[in-house]
């Protein structure tokens, strides 16, 4: 079955310190893809980045790296040089077939507090 | 750029009631789903659909029923509302196969539903 685990309920962090954000993965599928989204207090969602499995890079957006580590099934966010507007609700989404279909399944969300 | 609109943004129900929560999307996007955010739990798959009159249950169906009679549109019909369905709803799209990144979602702004 299709799996997405986030073991940090709640992280705290100081300004302009790098964050590293756990998300680890099962599937049998070769072809997947793995989504982070960023939900700030406001609600909505917002696509940061994304990573193929296929895919032999590590996956950057601006301050925003995924480190893949496909033996180990994990696919951690990177955000570096924090900032007072990254506090927010962050989740890890993995794209594979379900029952015949593809579906993103979620995992249960980090929530990242950056502290002045 | 409209994206995924859904309405109503909030909604006071009576157990019992009935409602339904509409989605349009402009995007000429085939993937359209609804999922509820619940605390703790991420975000859960209630029904999808793979185009224009074509829908399938998800993780958590129950009390709940779709439609899609057209490409833009996905409502959300809660039959007999129970405070279990409290909740916030998210409708998302995505295009089909060949998107840069296949699976990537685009949600609307998400509707909040207090079920007395």
């Known amino acids: 079955a299709q799996k997405i685990t986030q073991t940090q309920p709640g992280m705290f962090v100081q300004e302009k310190e790098a964050v590293t954000l756990d998300c680890t993965y099962d599937t049998s599928d070769p072809s997947y893809g793995l989504f982070w989204y960023k939900q700030p207090s406001s609600g909505e969602m917002i696509f940061l980045i994304y990573?193929?499995?296929?895919?032999?890079q590590n996956a950057t957006e601006g301050r925003y790296s995924l480190n893949f580590q496909k033996a180990r099934k994990s696919a951690n966010l990177v955000i570096s040089a924090s900032q007072l507007g990254d506090s927010a609700m962050y989740f890890c989404?993995?794209?594979?077939?379900?029952?015949?279909?593809?579906?993103?399944?979620f995992g249960q969300g980090t929530r990242l507090t950056i502290n002045p | 750029n409209a994206g995924v609109t859904q309405t109503p943004k909030f909604q006071v129900l009576k157990t019992g009631q009935s409602m339904t929560l509409q989605c349009a999307q402009d995007?000429?996007?085939?993937?359209m789903s609804w999922y509820r955010q619940d605390p703790g739990m991420g975000l859960r798959l209630i029904h999808y659909s793979v185009g224009a009159g074509i829908t399938d249950q998800g993780e958590v169906p129950n009390g709940y029923n779709v439609s899609r009679s057209t490409t833009e549109d996905f409502p959300l019909r809660l039959l007999s509302a129970a405070p279990s369905q409290t909740s916030v709803y998210f409708c998302a799209s995505s295009p089909g196969t060949g998107a840069r990144r296949t699976g990537e979602l685009f949600f609307g702004e998400g509707s909040r539903l207090t079920v007395l």
């Open positions: 989404a993995m794209r594979g077939i379900i029952q015949g279909a593809q579906k993103l399944v």
């Open positions: 995007m000429n996007h085939e993937y």
């Open positions: 990573q193929g499995s296929y895919d032999q």
